[in-house]
């Protein structure tokens, strides 16, 4: 019995489409609230950060048991804190040697708010695409002395391949074509995923994880039932036991349908 749903956010749970908006559609939010009612318990796991997911129109009246925000490097519910993982003070100097060298734009993550250190035509364009914005942009000089949980380069593989050489500690996994997501080396959903199941008395047999990018292939390799979007990378379909229809043509409405029709939700 499936007692859990897991999903990451952006292309899967909220979907983008032509015109550019984006929203969690209205087929989803009454198939959830309707398994909600029955106890099934609903599980954010995302890249962004809290000030995001708090602020965004996207999430608005969308409640989760809990929130794996920053790819599981801040783990949440109303009440309390679960996890709060930074990344390593000498990757973040090795950082900013990269910096030093080539600047690019970034966003770096701390716990409660989320900040940049330049905007660029293109950098704001990709964000775009999600329905955000670059944030106020700052002085980065002192980065190794913050808690930074997270970063967020818009960067070419040339260039992560430099960034990685100086960050041994950290791992990064890409989500768009045109950013990464930078974290401690044992971070990353799935890790987040294995604390909520002990937090919340579950097991990995009794839930379900739904995602669209290479930082979803944790938590659906370990779920019993991993979902991959229809527009989801190659690489997650590889590990995904069941194929979803696109974000933005109802796949999680249509996935959820399918799974109720296959009775995975009754005991």
């Known amino acids: 019995m499936i007692k859990a749903l897991f999903f990451d956010m952006d292309g899967t749970l909220v979907a983008y489409y032509p015109d550019g908006h984006g929203e969690i559609p209205m087929t989803s939010r009454k198939l959830l609230d309707e398994l909600r009612k029955k106890g099934v318990m609903i599980f954010a796991a995302t890249g962004r950060g809290r000030s995001e997911m708090e602020t965004s129109p996207l999430f608005a009246d969308m409640p989760f048991d809990a929130v794996l925000a920053m790819n599981g490097q801040y783990c949440y519910t109303e009440k309390e804190d679960l996890r709060v993982s930074a990344i390593n003070s000498d990757d973040l100097a090795g950082f900013m040697e990269c910096q030093k060298e080539k ?17 660029t035509p293109e950098f704001r364009a990709a964000l775009a695409k999600i329905c955000s914005e670059p ?29 990685k050489a100086k960050m041994p500690h950290s791992k990064a996994t890409r989500w768009s074509p045109e950013f990464v997501d930078i974290v401690d080396v044992n971070g990353g959903k799935g890790r987040a995923i294995e604390l909520i199941l002990k937090t919340f008395k579950l097991s990995a047999d009794e839930i379900m994880a739904f995602g669209d ?46 799974f109720i029709a296959e009775g995975v939700f009754e005991s």
């Open 135 to 163: 944030p106020k942009s700052e002085n980065i000089d002192d980065l190794a002395e913050r808690e930074i949980l997270q970063i967020v380069p818009y960067i070419s593989e040339k260039e992560l391949d430099h960034v």
């Open 103 to 119: 600047p690019f734009p970034c966003i770096f993550m701390e716990k409660y708010r989320d900040y940049g250190n330049m905007d």
């Open 213 to 258: 990018g290479e930082n979803d292939i944790e938590m659906v390799k370990m779920a019993k039932i991993g979902v991959a979007m229809g527009n989801a990378a190659d690489e997650l379909k590889r590990f995904a036991d069941y194929i979803a229809d696109d974000a933005d043509k109802d796949g999680v409405a249509k996935a959820l349908d399918h």
